[in-house]
């Protein structure tokens, strides 16, 4: 059976929540087909194959966080906090969600997760070879180990500084000395 989905919209559902990496309840149902509600509830029926290491609930500052991160329109009237699912959880997704193609996308999820943890074990073992020349050559080459470290770092950890405007302070112009 040809991919339904390509493994990159796949892979850019999978988030880092709690150190873990999971996929969220409405991404999940998005890519079964069916609705948040429906997939809820066929977890809520099932729930004691859902352990903690398989799925928890967002809570409120986690759910805040995404909403900033990602935009207020994606999120619609959502009442509920999203559950995230980490991967053991979207395989057992499989055995609650009996079509089809909830087999087949599982399947895809899983390689998915699969295939970052694969790129995650080769980032590390970069980094592992990276301290190794390190200690080898001299200071000469810190800035070179210091610009791929920077490349190195995923975007959402490094440090932004502060962006927009201060309430309640006069802008200077530029144009007066």
């Known amino acids: 059976m040809p991919n339904l989905i390509p493994i990159e919209r796949i892979e850019n559902k999978i988030l880092l929540i709690r150190g873990q990496k999971v996929m969220l309840d409405r991404d999940l149902a998005d890519l079964y087909g069916v609705t948040t509600g429906n997939l809820n509830k066929a977890v809520t029926r099932n729930i004691n194959r859902f352990p903690q290491d398989f799925m928890f609930q967002l809570n409120k500052q986690e759910f805040d966080n995404l909403i900033f991160h990602f935009g207020t329109s994606n999120w619609g009237g959502t009442r509920k906090l999203p559950r995230a699912f980490t991967e053991q959880g979207v395989a057992m997704l499989s055995s609650v969600l009996r079509s089809e193609k909830a087999v087949q996308v599982n399947i895809l ?69």
């Open 109 to 177: 999820i899983v390689r998915a997760f699969v295939k970052l943890r694969g790129i995650l074990a080769a980032h590390k073992d970069l980094s592992r070879k990276l301290d190794e020349m390190e200690k080898k050559y001299d200071a000469q080459f810190k800035i070179v180990f210091d610009a791929i470290r920077e490349l190195m770092t995923p975007p959402s950890t490094k440090k932004i500084g502060k962006v927009g405007f201060v309430v309640g302070k006069k802008a200077k112009n530029p144009r007066k000395n």
